[in-house]
C-alpha cells in the first residue's frame, strides 16, 4: 500500500530564512511525487513535481529514491509563502489516484 | 487545464437526510475522483467516478453510503446518504486530463448536525 509521511504538522520560519517541508513516502513501485499547495481561501493547487525538475516560486524539491524523501525547499521564504501544503504520490500504472500526506502548515513570519 | 466549480460551496444537514454534491469541469478531463478531507485531517480518497459505469470505491467507502454518477466526461455528482455528524467534512472533486495535473474544485464544507 502506499503512504506519505509529512512529519510535521506546523513549521514557523521567519522571512529570508531557508525552509524545507519533510515529506517521505513507501511504495513498492515507481512513484510519482508531488507537491500541492493550499494557500488562505484558494483551492488546492499543483506547486510542483518531481519529474519535472523544476522551480517553481523558489521552491525545489528532489526525489531520493534511497531515503524514500521528497523534501522541499526554498533558500530564502516570503511572506507569500504561509499556506497548507501537501506531499502527494501517484502510481505510474492505473488510475494514477493521489495519496496525500496530512499536511505541513508553514508560517512565515516577519 | 481544467477549471472545477462544485455545488454547493457548503451546507448544513440534519442527520439521517442525503446530500448531493455536484462538481462540473469547464473541459473535458480523462479522470475524475472525489476526496473527503475530515476537519483537522488530510484528503482521502472516496472513489474513482468511471464515465457512464460504477465508481471505483477505496478500501473503507461503499455504493449505498456514497453513491456517485459519472454520466458524461465534464460532470459528476456525489451523494452522501443517510448522514450522520461523522460525516461533517469537506468534499473535493478533482479532474484529471491527459496529463499528469489533477485540479481541484473549492470543496463543499458539510456540516450534519
Known amino acids: 500500500a502506499q503512504r506519505v509521511t509529512q512529519p510535521e504538522k506546523l513549521l514557523s520560519v521567519f522571512k529570508g530564512a531557508p525552509v524545507e517541508l519533510k515529506c517521505n513516502y513507501s511504495?513498492?513501485?515507481?512513484?510519482?511525487l508531488f507537491w500541492y499547495v493550499q494557500y488562505s481561501r484558494q483551492r488546492l493547487q499543483l506547486l510542483l513535481r518531481?519529474?519535472s525538475r523544476e522551480s517553481i516560486k523558489g521552491f525545489t524539491a528532489d526525489l531520493n529514491k534511497g531515503e524514500t524523501s521528497f523534501h522541499l525547499k526554498k533558500p530564502f521564504a516570503q511572506e507569500e509563502d504561509s499556506a497548507m501544503y501537501y506531499c502527494?504520490?501517484?502510481?505510474?500504472?492505473?488510475?494514477?489516484?493521489?495519496?496525500f500526506g496530512q499536511g505541513t502548515r508553514l508560517t512565515i513570519n516577519p | 487545464s481544467a477549471v472545477i466549480s462544485q455545488k454547493p460551496s457548503r451546507d448544513i444537514c440534519q442527520r439521517g437526510t442525503s446530500l448531493t454534491i455536484q462538481c462540473q469541469v469547464d473541459?473535458?478531463?480523462?479522470?475524475m475522483f472525489w476526496y473527503r478531507q475530515q476537519p483537522g485531517q488530510s484528503l482521502t480518497l472516496i472513489a474513482t467516478?468511471?464515465?457512464?459505469?460504477?465508481?471505483?470505491?477505496e478500501s473503507g467507502f461503499v455504493i449505498d453510503k456514497f453513491p456517485i454518477s459519472r454520466p458524461n466526461l465534464t460532470f459528476s455528482t456525489l451523494t452522501v446518504s443517510n448522514m450522520s455528524p461523522e460525516d461533517s467534512s469537506i468534499y473535493l472533486c478533482s479532474g484529471k486530463t491527459s496529463g499528469y495535473e489533477q485540479y481541484f474544485g473549492p470543496g463543499t464544507r458539510l456540516t450534519v448536525t
Open positions: 511504495y513498492s513501485g515507481s512513484p510519482e
Open positions: 502527494a504520490l501517484s502510481t505510474l500504472q492505473g488510475a494514477q489516484k493521489l495519496v
Open positions: 467516478a468511471n464515465q457512464g459505469s460504477e465508481a471505483t470505491y
Open positions: 473541459s473535458q478531463v480523462t479522470m
Open positions: 518531481h519529474i
